[in-house]
Structures are given as structure tokens and as C-alpha cells.
């Protein structure tokens, strides 16, 4: 089994900036992040993985950027010129083996517990 222990989040005024981390307990092939609102379904942000680098979703290009310490198992996601429109919960997702969809949630077996991100108008 894989623990994934996420930090950051938080409240911050749109345009603003957090940053969000994640940490596996063991070896994970790719680790990324998604995020869901109430109501709606979980959609990825952004992932890394050991082959095929960094992925990004259209909502999130050229503002967020995923980086991983492969030697710590650890994932960070860098998010600039938040909106609102950003605000979800984050959770940090992971799996040992390749995917075939990186951006389809059932297909990963690890999951954080979820941070909350708030952008303010």
C-alpha cells in the first residue's frame, strides 16, 4: 500500500499563488494532481510520471507547473495567476505502473486525502 500525505492549499485572492506538495510513503510510477468541486466530477490537473514527463490539462497550461524528487517520492504543483474558478478541493493521486489515460481518475489506486485551494474575486 502507498500513502500519499499532501501539504499547501490554502485561501488566496485571484491572481495569487500557492503551492501545493505531495509525499509517497513508497515507489510510484506517476503521481499528479486533481481537483473537484461539489457536484461535479474529479478532473486532473496535472501529472508526471518516470517516461513520459509532465502532462498538463488545457485549464491549467501555462499557469500551474508539476515537478517531482524522483529520489524522495515527493510531487510539487506551483500554481500561478490563480482564479477563481481554480477553487476546488486538490487531491494528489498516484499509481505504480503506467496509464493508459492519465487524466481518468478511476485508473489510479492512490489517493491523498484532498487540500483545499479558495481563490477569492
Known amino acids: 500500500q502507498v500513502q500519499l500525505v499532501e501539504s499547501g492549499g490554502g485561501s488566496v485572492q485571484s491572481g495569487g499563488s500557492l503551492r501545493l506538495s505531495c509525499a509517497a510513503s513508497?515507489?510510484?510510477?506517476?503521481m499528479g494532481w486533481f481537483r473537484q468541486v461539489p457536484g461535479k466530477e474529479r478532473e486532473g490537473g496535472a501529472i508526471?510520471?518516470?517516461?513520459?514527463?509532465?502532462k498538463y490539462a488545457d485549464s491549467v497550461k501555462g499557469r500551474f507547473t508539476i515537478s517531482q524528487d524522483i529520489s524522495k517520492n515527493t510531487l510539487n504543483l506551483e500554481m500561478n495567476n490563480l482564479k477563481p474558478e481554480d477553487t476546488a478541493m486538490y487531491y494528489c493521486?498516484?499509481?505504480?505502473?503506467?496509464?493508459?489515460?492519465?487524466?481518468?481518475?478511476?485508473?489510479?489506486?492512490?489517493w491523498g486525502q484532498g487540500t483545499q485551494v479558495t481563490v477569492s474575486s
Open positions: 508526471i510520471s518516470r517516461d513520459d514527463g509532465s
Open positions: 513508497k515507489y510510484v510510477y506517476c
Open positions: 493521486a498516484a499509481d505504480r505502473h503506467p496509464l493508459a489515460n492519465w487524466n481518468d481518475a478511476s485508473g489510479y489506486n492512490y
